[in-house]
């Protein structure tokens, strides 16, 4: 599996951006495909997935923010990114996961001025 983000840039506090992920190759169902972050000094963590029937999860800092939404049927999957702040700067990479295994994309980087 292939995956292309893109939609990543700089934007001023209370803004919004959104991301979208292409993917390719041998993708069956269940599925999940999502958005993780990772900003300099810290940890990659998860932003929010969702699975191929549309069960989605989302980190705590960005619920009422942010909605994550895919399109199956174009092996799509988007973040839309709303009140942005400036501690979500960060490089976001798309992801898809099934089973044991996951895929990652190569980062998409949102700045947040304040």
């Known amino acids: 599996v292939q995956l292309q983000a893109s939609g990543g840039g700089l934007v001023q506090a209370g803004g919004s951006l959104r991301l979208s992920c292409a993917a390719s190759?041998?993708?069956?169902?269940?599925?999940?495909m999502g958005w993780y972050r990772q900003a300099p000094g810290k940890q990659r963590e998860l932003v929010a997935i969702?699975?191929?029937?549309?069960?989605?999860n989302y980190a705590d800092s960005v619920k009422g923010r942010f909605t994550i939404f895919r399109d199956n049927a174009k092996n799509m999957v988007y973040l839309q990114m709303n009140n942005l702040k400036p501690e979500d700067t960060a490089v976001y990479y798309c992801?898809?996961?099934?089973?044991?295994?996951?895929?990652w994309g190569q980062g998409t980087q949102v700045t947040v001025s304040s």
């Open positions: 992801t898809f996961q099934r089973m044991a295994d996951a895929y």
């Open positions: 190759g041998s993708m069956f169902s269940l599925n999940t």
């Open positions: 969702i699975t191929d029937i549309g069960y989605a």
